[in-house]
């Protein structure tokens, strides 16, 4: 076929320790999830001072707190396209996505977190499958795949994604990374 099952959101089946999982294409309420997740993430320039300030003369803390408050009020509240990218090819992100993507099939994929306790039974290229799987089920690899066949800025090519990023530019997606490690806890 030609990539129907993108434009009629089709679910797909994966198959995780024994049991089959029905995935759901993200729906917009569900993009928008991910948006507020990624931006809820960054670390904001006030909470990154409060850190270290103390190794600061107070001269210096004074000037320090003003531009940590200009770059806070300069902070976009919409995430990157790279942003993106890089936290659905994170362990993280790609428990989040399985979350999403299975949850109205699957009630007892309630949560990001029941979500990651069924996929820290996986091993490294079980992840690397399901992370796959999400990524064709969402149609992100067709994305991905005209990204690539695009010409680049200089050609001017129209803007695609989030925040002006045009199809040309590298994406985190573009670089390798390690999307079966498991970062260590974090404070989320």
């Known amino acids: 076929m030609n990539g129907l099952q993108n434009i009629t959101a089709s679910p797909a089946s994966i198959e995780i320790a024994g049991q089959n999982y029905i995935l759901s294409p993200l729906t917009l309420r569900a993009l928008g999830e991910v948006e507020r997740r990624v931006v809820?993430?960054?670390?904001?320039?006030?909470?990154?001072l409060a850190d270290c300030?103390?190794?600061?003369s107070a001269e210096h803390q004074q000037r320090l707190i003003?531009?940590?408050?200009?770059?806070?009020?300069?902070?976009?509240?919409?995430a990157t396209?790279?942003?993106?990218?890089?936290?659905?090819?994170?362990?993280?992100?790609?428990?989040?996505?399985?979350?999403?993507?299975?949850?109205d099939a699957h009630p007892e994929i309630d949560s990001a977190e029941a979500a990651t306790r069924l996929l820290d039974r996986l091993g490294p290229?079980?992840?690397?499958?399901v992370g796959r799987a999400l990524?064709?089920?969402?149609?992100?690899?067709?994305?991905?795949?005209?990204?690539?066949?695009?010409?680049?800025p200089t050609d001017e090519a129209p803007t695609v994604g989030f925040s002006g990023e045009s199809p040309g530019?590298?994406?985190?997606?573009?670089?390798?990374n390690d999307t079966a490690g498991r970062p260590s806890k974090s404070a989320d």
């Open 53 to 56: 300030i103390d190794r600061f």
């Open 125 to 129: 290229l079980d992840i690397l499958r």
């Open 135 to 152: 990524t064709t089920v969402a149609g992100l690899d067709a994305l991905e795949a005209a990204v690539k066949k695009s010409p680049t």
């Open 66 to 78: 003003d531009r940590a408050v200009e770059a806070t009020a300069r902070l976009s509240l919409s």
């Open 81 to 103: 396209q790279a942003e993106v990218a890089a936290f659905l090819t994170s362990y993280e992100g790609i428990c989040f996505f399985f979350y999403l993507s299975a949850r």
């Open 169 to 176: 530019q590298p994406s985190s997606s573009d670089s390798p």
């Open 40 to 48: 809820a993430r960054r670390i904001s320039p006030l909470d990154a």
